[in-house]
């Protein structure tokens, strides 16, 4: 999956949801979105009797959706606050994360940037607005544009932790509402940098290394990639039969495991 042209996607894929026997409704995170959207297709197209609906409207909005009742599978790109599994129980709703993925969380300049790569604490300071000309970091002598995703995102929340620390994004990042949004606005700006997830990294950006060490699977499993994170679905914690059944097929390693895998995250069951 290598191209996402918005923020909120919606899918349908079953003709009618009258026709359906079982209708489930999953809500969250865009960099969790193509991943699900290639699950959702098959585990259809193999029970005709499910109609599955999947909306990316982040993490944050996902996770509020699974505490208010209003979705059966939330997706989320960060773990769960203990403040958020607080209101869920205050509403009778215990659920459960689930980790389905890991993720290469990569910094990307557009192609035609001859910055190299840049360490963890050059991040910090670019993103912080402390660091604002490229030339300081081995670029040209130009002005860094940075962009960042908004705060409702499960990115933003991991790009804080393991980057920004106690450190805020600076004011100035220009912000948008979606991984996809992220890429194309760093694909046409030669001085803008973003981060996003690995997924959605294609040939109109480049992903830096960070500290010397490129995103991969090796490098997220030996944890020697500094900037790695965990993908998730959440859950009810006694889930409906319907909704443990798809479940149980995400985390199959020859069903939606596979299919996490040539969507470009890195699988937690082989």
């Known amino acids: ?52 609906t999947v909306s990316g409207g982040g993490s944050g909005n996902g996770i509020k959706a699974i505490i208010d009742g209003t979705t059966d599978v939330a997706m989320s790109s960060r773990e769960m606050k203990p403040k958020e599994m607080d209101a869920a129980k205050e509403k009778g709703r215990v659920v459960k994360p689930v980790e389905i993925a890991l993720d290469a969380l990569a910094p990307i300049v557009n192609p035609a940037n001859p910055v190299k790569g840049l360490t963890a604490e050059q991040l910090q300071g670019i993103f912080a607005g402390k660091v604002k000309n490229w030339k300081e970091v081995g670029g040209d002598d130009r002005e860094i544009v940075v962009i960042s995703r908004d705060t409702s995102s499960g990115t933003y929340e991991a790009w804080q932790e393991l980057i920004m620390k106690d450190q805020k994004v600076t004011p100035a990042a220009l912000l948008q509402a979606s991984s996809g949004a992220v890429l194309q606005v760093v694909g046409k700006n030669k001085y803008a940098i973003a981060y996003d997830g690995y997924a959605y990294v294609n040939n109109t950006v480049k992903a830096l290394p960070v500290n010397g060490v490129a995103g991969s699977e090796k490098t997220v499993a030996d944890k020697s990639y500094p900037v790695s994170r965990g993908l998730f679905i959440i859950v009810p914690e006694k889930a409906t039969p319907e909704v443990q059944k798809f479940v149980d097929y995400i985390l199959d390693p020859a069903k939606g495991q596979k299919m996490i895998g040539e969507v470009g995250y890195f699988p937690v069951k082989k």
Do not use: H, W
């Open 1 to 52: 999956m290598k191209k996402i042209a918005s923020f909120f996607f919606a899918l349908l894929l079953t003709a009618s949801l009258a026709q359906a026997d079982t209708n489930i409704r999953v809500d969250g995170s865009t960099t969790v979105l193509p991943a699900m959207q290639k699950i959702v297709e098959a585990y259809m197209k193999a029970n005709p009797g499910v109609n599955i």
